[in-house]
């Protein structure tokens, strides 16, 4: 666990994929069209947030003095806006989710199978979360580490309840991590509205 702290506090910087998949109580699964690409530093994020192939938002949350400044541009609604949030990332940015789950490593209830993942051989654990969500406490965390790297390769959130359907689970997946990514300078300044774009929030204009 040690190393694998360790080897976290060398980051400055990575990218991820996250996914959401719902589960039915039957077990079958659906992986939702929407999915997110995060940039990630050690004091701002960007999301980039996708409808299958087509950009539908980027946010940003850019740090000022103790707070954090998210600006967002919908280019689906065609709107932008701001919104300060009291204090930090408020929940935990991605780098400190993968140190939270490491520092439970001695909860872990048992061992993952090994396996490849991106052509990385890996390991991994498995924590039970029941307070986290689920009808009846089943949620889990799920991390497998690069064995040479001891960086996280994979992170499943699984058992989280689904507003409105009580027979349906959330699993909230991470991938496609990478901890040397070439970020254009300008990533974490937020882009110009569009000539024509409305200062909106999304709701307003969804509500018409």
């Known amino acids: 666990g040690q190393e694998l702290l360790t080897a976290l506090d060398t ?10 998949v719902f589960v039915n109580a039957d ?17 701002s994020y960007r999301r980039d947030i996708y409808d299958g192939d087509s950009l539908r938002e980027i946010q940003w949350y850019i740090p000022d003095g ?3 400044i998210q600006t967002g541009i919908r280019f689906d609604l065609k709107c932008y806006g701001a919104v300060r949030h009291k204090g930090s990332f408020g929940e935990m940015d991605p780098i400190e989710r993968m140190r939270a789950c490491v520092g439970q490593m001695d909860k872990a209830q048992r061992l993952l199978e090994e396996r490849v993942i991106d052509g990385r051989t890996c390991v991994g654990f498995e924590i039970q979360t029941g307070a986290n969500g689920g009808p009846s ?7 497998w580490f690069d064995v040479e790297t001891k960086l996280p390769m ?7 309840p689904v507003t409105g359907d009580p027979n349906c689970t959330l699993t909230i997946v991470r991938d496609q991590f990478d901890y040397v990514p070439q970020l254009p300078a300008n990533t974490f300044i937020p882009d110009e509205p569009p000539a024509g774009f409305v200062n909106a929030h999304p709701d307003e204009l969804q509500q018409k």
């Open 66 to 68: 103790g707070d954090m």
């Open 154 to 160: 994979r992170i499943e959130r699984s058992g989280l």
């Open 137 to 143: 406490g089943t949620g889990a965390s799920r991390v």
């Open 11 to 20: 980051i400055k910087a990575v990218t991820c994929r996250e996914q959401m």
């Open 27 to 43: 077990g079958s699964e659906h992986t939702s069209s929407t999915w997110t690409r995060f940039s990630i530093s050690k004091d």
